[in-house]
């Protein structure tokens, strides 16, 4: 569970046509679990693929600790918190 986009974010995403609910999702090192660069880029192609299969928006994007300690690859995909979950 993250911080949201400011403001600022929220106006620059409506400028350019974009969706201000969004979730950000990585699939890499699953549950807290470290894993190898190569299986985490291989967790990256199957979750855009599977993005792609469910025909949802999305764009690259990192997500991590709030404090900026922890940051991961991952997706910001436009859903709900509870369809993220």
């Known amino acids: 569970v993250g911080v949201g986009p400011t403001e600022s974010d929220r106006r620059a995403l409506d400028e350019a046509g974009l969706p201000t609910g969004f979730a950000i999702v990585t ?9 190898s660069d190569d299986e985490n880029s ?15 928006t999305y ?14 690859p991952g997706f910001a995909i ?7 979950r």
Not at 27 to 35: I, L, M, S, Y
């Open 59 to 72: 764009w690259p994007a990192d997500g991590g600790t709030a404090d900026g300690g922890h940051v991961e």
């Open 42 to 56: 291989a967790r990256l192609q199957e979750g855009s693929e599977e993005l792609k299969r469910r025909a949802l």
């Open 27 to 35: 699939p890499c090192n699953p549950r807290g679990r470290t894993v």
């Open 78 to 84: 436009a859903i709900t918190r509870e369809q993220a």
